[in-house]
T-cell receptor, first 114, second 114 residues
Framework: DTGVSQNPRHKITKRGQNVTFRCDPI?????LYWYRQTLGQGPEFLTY????????KSRLLSDRFSAERPKGSFSTLEIQRTEQGDSAMYLC????????????FGEGSWLTVV | AQSVTQLDSQVPVFEEAPVELRCNYS??????LFWYVQYPNQGLQLLLK??????LVKGINGFEAEFNKSQTSFHLRKPSVHISDTAEYFC????????????FGPGTRLSVLP
């Protein structure tokens, strides 16, 4: 399967701990996106990479959040000092360059902060 | 700024009945429009998209949508639904020029009843 891959799929952590999620995009896709989705809501944009460059960040991405894509392939999203409000599904997506191209989503990583 | 409105948070319908899920957007520039479906505990899957050309777009699983520029709408329809269509449906819009991220609506929960 060559779709977008995310891991771990589920993570339960204690408040104050750090967590890291990994995303492997579709291999030829140079754009990579991170979204957050809470129950009953649509996905909310967090950040976007064009190759290894992080070109856009939402104001939702507080200073406790950091995303990287060091070699323009896989990406990591780290949340430091987690809070209960961080509990959500974190979705990764990728697409080819150019406007209007479909973005393809991974299965998501569920985070529960207790 | 652009936003996406999905007026119906939940739509119950009996099996084999027709369904329409409504989507309206607000944007002063040309847009690309998408419908995604999300099954429980899964990521989002593209149903169909409108970029240009014919305003009636056909997608997977028998769904279609019609772009209406004057009404700024992109309603999703299916003439006969199945139990397996039960899922969350999200309308999304992206800017027509150099837009880098999708804006999703809040979603409509379609429940198909036997």
């Amino acid at each position: 399967d060559t779709g977008v891959s995310q891991n771990p799929r589920h993570k339960i952590t204690k408040r104050g701990q750090n967590v890291t999620f990994r995303c492997d995009p579709i291999s030829e896709h140079n754009r990579l996106y991170w979204y957050r989705q809470t129950l009953g809501q649509g996905p909310e944009f967090l950040t976007y990479f064009q190759n290894e460059a992080q070109l856009e960040k939402s104001r939702l991405l507080s200073d406790r959040f950091s995303a990287e894509r060091p070699k323009g392939s896989f990406s990591t999203l780290e949340i430091q000092r987690t809070e209960q409000g961080d509990s959500a599904m974190y979705l990764c997506a990728s697409s080819l360059d150019g406007s209007g191209n479909t973005i393809y989503f991974g299965e998501g990583s569920w985070l529960t902060v207790v | 700024a652009q936003s996406v409105t999905q007026l119906d948070s939940q739509v119950p319908v009996f099996e084999e009945a027709p369904v329409e899920l409504r989507c309206n957007y607000s944007s002063s520039v040309s847009v690309y429009l998408f419908w995604y479906v999300q099954y429980p505990n899964q990521g989002l899957q593209l149903l169909l998209k409108y970029l240009s050309g014919s305003t009636l777009v056909k997608g997977i699983n028998g769904f279609e949508a019609e772009f209406n520029k004057s009404q700024t709408s992109f309603h999703l329809r299916k003439p006969s639904v199945h139990i397996s269509d039960t899922a969350e449906y999200f309308c999304a819009v992206i800017l027509g020029n150099y837009g880098q991220n999708f804006v999703f609506g809040p979603g409509t929960r379609l429940s198909v009843l036997p």
